[in-house]
């Protein structure tokens, strides 16, 4: 999984069948301090996700087959999860609260 | 998913059974923008795309798992076409501009 910020939507008539129904959203890989890191992709939101969360992608299709409750299929990148806070160490293992 | 340009068709009179019945585009990769990033890639097209469409696609194992026998060795396949894409301006902080 990935820490992601939710930047945008995508709108598509025509698609797979097994996106029929799902909000399609874009998300920007980001670093746990919230800066971008990498190229936007579109996921699959199963967190009603909205915009600017910060969210946990998954990038697997087996486990996007478990979330969504189907067959194996053509869904990958799966929101899965709505971050409230990131919390990391400093080089002596300090803890080091950061905003939300 | 990422987002990607029809260029061209892609024609095969010989090629795995496990496409029979498929089409082959070639796709130029871009960003959320519509600007060209890489190199073009062959790709099962699954929404009857043409040339010039703005579409997204998958890669890896989930491309093969999305025809309907996912027997086959396709690594990239198109899953739909973009009708619109709006981007909210977010901060830093994670503020975002009401759509």
Redesign the interface.
Known sequence: MILARVVGEVVATTKHEHLAGQKLLLVQPITAAGEAAGKVQIAVDHAQAGPGDRVIVLDEGNGAAQVLRRARGAVRTVIVGVVDAVETGDADGRAAPERA | ???GRVIGTVVCSVRVPSWKGERTLLVQPT??NGVD?GRPLVAVD???AAPGQWV?Y??????A??LTD?DNPADA?I??????????S??????????
């Open positions: 998913m990422h987002f960003d959320s990033q699954l929404t009857s997204f998958v890669r890896s194992r989930e491309a798992a999305a996912p396949a899953l739909g076409i973009v009708d619109s894409k709006r981007e909210w977010v901060d830093d902080a994670g503020r975002a501009g009401r759509p």
